[in-house]
């Protein structure tokens, strides 16, 4: 017989903050359960049978649609069901997406007039995702006592892990209820296990704005400039997030008594002995993590992260499967590209408005055919940062930043090929610049529904003879890396300021879309 917690029935909402606080009761009573069976079991002790928790769940059943009518300025790209029915979905860590839960929520009851229901889910939790953020009890295991976990407790299943749902492809059993959310439970609590691997940082640090880069040289100028923000009493960002999360707090800041995030729920820096100095919290690790993460935090969790990926489209569809999970408002692509026109010049900017997709990543999840819409406001944000930070407006803008299509390929020694295919079929689409990345964190954003831009700099131009050499390279990055950040910076400031409901585009929806956003 499994080991459950005391089961709390499902009950009936229409106040969102309630049916929140509900959730937060049967996830903490589900967690705390798995907690101490596993301390129990790594004590020694027997277990009194198959150890089992689930996620919570909410629900809403409805014979209407959307109540807002199509004429109405203020209605939403989200926050609604496409038809009647019965819709679910399973929730996770409602400490961390408490904000974002209570707006769905709210969203939900005001679109349709009817309860939400709040219970508890047939899905076990994996003991894995039960742990604390530092808790490793299972490493004092013998190695016997390790395989026996699998007969005591809930491992990771990843059938229930897929992206159908995003991807389109799910279709419900019969009597099965619609989906609510793009993710499932698992399928969360896996993305915030790989963020801490990949990133060295907790996600609780994550902001809803991302910068996205392949060369080291603009994680540099951010540290830089992170450390600058905190140094300035009067900064509207409140900490500074390095890996292993080390944590940089501003100077006079009141991070004691500070929320840092409405979507954040990490553990506020203390305050050094000097108030007008910043203060520092945690210890660097040996070694940087695959794809490092840094944050330049605001107390409403409307500040900017930016990561490392490194060289090529694996890392980027990699680190954009998790980091969706979060719901970001916007993520875009600052790197290096190739430049394919003979008019351009080193240190030019491009401005994607189009992507070729050689990469191949994620042909199986998002077909070829399936075309990847420019976003207004993101090019818009990205084209006004770009002529702010400059001084530059009509002409003179033009002869520094080309919009078009942006080709990115799998192979990063394309223009070796003897049959010369690849150029022949860049040139048939028009392309200005070729890169590793772009396109894959372009397509991801599509699927994924995440807001998405890109903005590179020509650094070599490898069909015109001029291929990248140590001094031209560094002549280059120091003219040209800390105005492209800025320029990255400025344009999710101006996303920022114009609000998200204007930000998420219904160019993302599909006919029957979920309606957490």
């Given at each position: 017989m499994p080991h459950l917690p005391p089961f709390i029935a499902p009950t009936r909402f229409s106040d969102p903050a309630a049916a929140l606080a509900q959730v937060q009761l049967i996830y903490a009573n589900s967690i705390n359960h798995l907690r101490l069976a596993m301390q129990r079991f790594v004590a020694g002790t027997e277990l009194p049978g198959h150890v089992r928790a689930c996620y919570p769940?909410?629900?809403v059943q409805t014979d209407t649609v959307?109540?807002?009518?199509?004429?109405?300025a203020a209605c939403l790209s989200y926050g609604f069901v496409a038809s009647a029915g019965r819709f679910e979905t399973t929730l996770t860590r409602p400490d961390l997406?408490?904000?974002y839960l209570l707006e769905q929520f709210t969203l939900l009851l005001e679109n349709h007039g009817v309860e939400l229901e709040v219970g508890t889910s047939n899905q076990p939790i994996p003991v894995h995702f039960s742990f604390a953020e530092n808790d490793h009890v299972e490493g004092s295991l013998s190695p016997e006592r390790r395989q026996l976990m699998r007969d005591v407790f809930d491992l990771p299943d990843l059938a229930a892990m897929d992206d159908g749902i995003a991807n389109g492809t799910h279709v419900p059993r019969p009597g099965e209820p619609q989906p609510l959310s793009l993710f499932t439970a698992p399928r969360v609590d896996y993305s915030l296990q790989r963020l801490r691997h990949y990133t060295g940082t907790a996600p609780e640090h994550f902001q809803n704005f991302v910068l996205f880069?392949?060369?080291?040289?603009?994680i540099d100028e951010f540290i830089a400039l992170g450390h600058a923000q905190m140094a300035q009493a009067a900064s509207e960002y409140v900490a500074f997030v390095e890996p292993g999360n080390v944590v940089t707090s501003r100077a006079n800041s009141k991070l004691g008594s500070e929320k840092l995030g409405s979507d954040s729920n990490f553990a506020p820096a203390e305050l050094g002995s000097d108030p007008?100095?910043?203060?520092?919290?945690?210890?660097?690790?040996?070694?940087l993590p695959q794809m490092p993460a840094?944050?330049?935090v605001r107390a409403d969790g409307s500040g900017i992260s930016m990561v490392n990926i490194g060289v090529g489209p694996a890392n980027a569809k990699t680190i954009t499967d998790h980091i969706a999970v979060l719901r970001p408002h916007a993520w875009i692509m600052l790197g290096h590209c190739a430049g394919l026109r003979s008019t351009q010049q080193l240190g030019d900017f491009v401005l994607a408005h189009g992507y070729v997709r050689e990469d191949h990543v994620l042909d199986e999840e998002l077909p070829l055919w399936v075309p990847?819409?420019?976003l207004a406001e993101i090019q818009v944000a990205l084209a006004s940062a770009v002529s702010q930070v400059t001084q530059l407006k009509g002409s003179e803008l033009k002869s520094i930043m080309r919009t078009g299509t942006v080709a990115s390929?799998?192979?990063r020694n394309w223009e070796l090929l003897p049959d010369n295919g690849p150029q022949r079929r860049f040139s048939q689409s028009r392309a200005v610049a070729l890169d590793m990345e772009s396109a894959t964190i372009a397509a991801n954003g599509f699927r994924f529904r995440v807001p998405y831009g890109t903005l590179l700099c020509v650094s070599d131009k490898p069909l015109h003879g001029e291929i990248k050499l140590p001094g031209m390279a560094n002549h280059f990055y120091r003219e040209r890396v800390d105005q492209h950040l800025r320029i990255g910076i400025r344009a999710l400031e101006l996303l920022r300021a114009q609000g998200v409901a204007q930000l998420h585009s219904r160019k993302l929806r599909s006919f029957a879309e979920v309606a957490f956003q």
């Open positions: 769940f909410v629900r959307n109540r807002h009518t199509h004429a109405d997406f408490a904000h880069t392949n060369y080291q040289f603009y007008n100095f910043p203060s520092r919290t945690g210890t660097p690790p040996p070694r840094y944050h330049l990847l819409p420019a390929t799998d192979n």
